[in-house]
C-alpha cells in the first residue's frame, strides 16, 4: 500500500520584512501572482500551517544557513568534550556517567541529552540540552 501524498502547498517567496511582538514573530513574504496556492488564497485567517523553508540563491541551489552550522558545530564539539579527560571526570563525578573513559562519556552525554546520536544535536531543541550541560561543566 502507498503512502497517502500530503496536500502539500509549494511556491517560492521573497522575505521582504520581519517584525517582533508579545505573541510571536510575523514574517510578509511576496509571492508571485502566478505562483500563489488557490488553497492559500481562500484558507481563512487564523488557518494553521507547518511550514518548511530553505533558502535558495539565485540557481536554487540551497544556501546553509548559521543553524546548520552552529548544529554541525556542537556535534563537533561535543565529540571533542567527550574525549576531554576532565569532562569525563567531571561526568563521573556528576554521576552522569558510569566511568571515565571517552565511551561512557559519550553514553551518558546521550542519555542526558536523550538523544540516540551526537547528530541529533543538529535540532535545536536536543541542541539546547547539550549547550546546557556543556555550561555546567565550565562552570566547576
Not at 83 to 98: A, D, H, P, Y
Request: proline share 4%.
Amino acid at each position: 500500500m502507498s503512502k497517502p501524498e500530503l496536500p502539500w502547498m509549494k511556491f517560492e517567496a521573497i522575505k521582504t520584512s520581519i517584525r517582533q511582538d508579545g505573541k510571536g514573530t510575523y514574517m510578509l513574504l511576496n509571492i508571485h501572482p502566478d505562483e500563489v496556492p488557490i488553497d492559500l488564497l481562500a484558507a481563512r485567517p487564523g488557518t494553521r500551517y507547518m511550514v518548511g523553508m530553505l533558502q535558495v540563491n539565485d540557481h536554487d541551489e540551497p544556501v546553509k544557513g548559521r543553524d546548520m552550522d552552529e548544529g554541525e558545530r556542537a556535534v563537533q564539539s561535543a565529540g571533542m568534550l567527550c574525549r576531554n579527560l576532565k569532562f569525563q571526570k567531571w561526568m563521573s563525578e556528576s554521576g552522569l556517567s558510569f566511568g571515565m573513559s571517552e565511551d561512557e562519556c559519550i553514553f551518558g552525554l546521550k542519555a542526558y541529552c536523550e538523544i540516540a546520536s551526537r547528530s541529533e544535536f543538529k535540532d535545536n531543541d536536543n541542541r539546547n540540552y547539550y549547550r546546557n550541560q556543556k555550561s555546567r561543566h565550565s562552570q566547576v
